[in-house]
């Protein structure tokens, strides 16, 4: 039996169908692709004086201290800089970024008044990618298209 072709009505409701679901897929892309703002923890651990700074793209924080401090920062990308105040033998200084109990970045120096630098953004390390499946079937018979947008993570 062949199937009945679509009349006029049937043509716009799934070009509209078509038309929402591309917009579906494109809105879910952009959600995917675009960094999202995140909370960080800049840790400092040392056993002598630092001084240093830290932040995100639109914002920096200076700090003077000694030993380990935990500092909070919001951002999509952060950064931080952190010199050893000391050049005695056997000072050190390491700086980590962490999210979520994840270091997504350290940096250690020894040497005598050494810095270091360490830099992530939000995307860094994150959940595993986002798959996206887009699926149609138009049933000619019946007259409509079916299409199923599913979201695995």
């Not at 995917?32 to 995100?56: E, H, K, M, R």
Request: aromatic share 8%; charged share 10%; hydrophobic share 40%.
């Amino acid at each position: 039996m062949p199937a009945k072709p679509l009349g006029p009505i049937g043509k716009l409701l799934s070009l509209v169908i078509a038309l929402v679901l591309f917009l579906v897929v494109v809105a879910a892309i952009w959600y995917v692709i675009t960094p999202q703002t995140a909370n960080f923890t800049i840790q400092v651990q040392s056993n002598t004086s630092w001084t240093g700074s830290y932040g995100n793209t639109g914002s920096s924080t200076s700090v003077d201290g000694s030993g380990n401090e935990n500092f909070q920062v919001q951002g999509t990308t952060v950064s931080a800089v952190f010199q050893m105040n000391t050049g005695n033998v056997g000072d050190s200084l390491t700086v980590s970024i962490v999210r979520d109990g994840t270091v997504l970045a350290t940096q250690t120096t020894t040497a005598a008044y050494g810095e270091v630098s360490v830099s992530a953004n939000s995307s860094q390390h994150g959940p595993e990618a986002v798959q996206i499946q887009f699926v149609t079937k138009t049933h000619l018979a019946f007259g409509f298209t079916e299409a199923h947008l599913c979201h695995k993570s």
